[in-house]
């Protein structure tokens, strides 16, 4: 299946932004639209930082395992995620590139590794839905980032 790549501009630096993403908790308030009963493990930051979330999307909920498994202070993060009992395996990484105006670009991609039968029949619906509902996060964690940088700095 293709992947599918949203993205946003934020006044933040890419060091703040990355700051920000690498707390695998801070996920939960810019994506629990979509993914609750957040459980935490490992480390709270960093490789090896990971949750178990349940996914609801399209009609359909389901347990997702997020684990970072690549960092790259300040320009990447990539997570593995495993749901579907181990029949949907795909990877989402977070690109942070600075602006020539200042700020940062963030972008995130998710990429299916594998997928189970229906979300390959049902590529373009599926695909929709996760743009859709990563749109809605981007914008979200632009307002995140916002009241963590101000919280940080009162």
């Known amino acids: ?19 920000f993403l690498d707390v695998m908790a801070h996920h939960e308030r810019f994506t629990d639209h979509y993914l609750t ?12 930082s990971c949750a178990t979330v349940t996914a609801a999307l399209g009609g359909t909920k389901t347990d997702v ?4 498994v690549e960092a790259d202070a300040p320009r990447r993060i990539v ?17 942070i590139e600075p602006l020539q105006t200042g700020g940062s670009h963030i972008s995130f991609t998710y990429t299916w590794v594998r997928a189970p039968l229906a979300d390959r ?8 839905t996760m743009r859709h ?12 980032l916002a009241r963590h940088v101000s919280a940080a700095g009162s």
Do not use: C, F
């Open 121 to 128: 029949l049902l590529a373009p619906v599926v695909r929709t």
């Open 79 to 95: 997570e593995q995620n495993v749901s579907a009992a181990g029949r949907r395996l795909a990877h989402g990484t977070y690109a």
């Open 37 to 48: 009963g957040w459980r935490y493990g490992g480390p709270a930051r960093g490789i090896g």
């Open 65 to 68: 395992t997020i684990e970072v």
């Open 1 to 19: 299946m293709k992947s599918v790549t949203v993205s946003i501009d934020v006044p933040q630096t890419p060091e703040q932004v990355y700051g």
């Open 133 to 144: 509902a990563n749109r809605t996060v981007m914008r979200r964690l632009a307002t995140e």
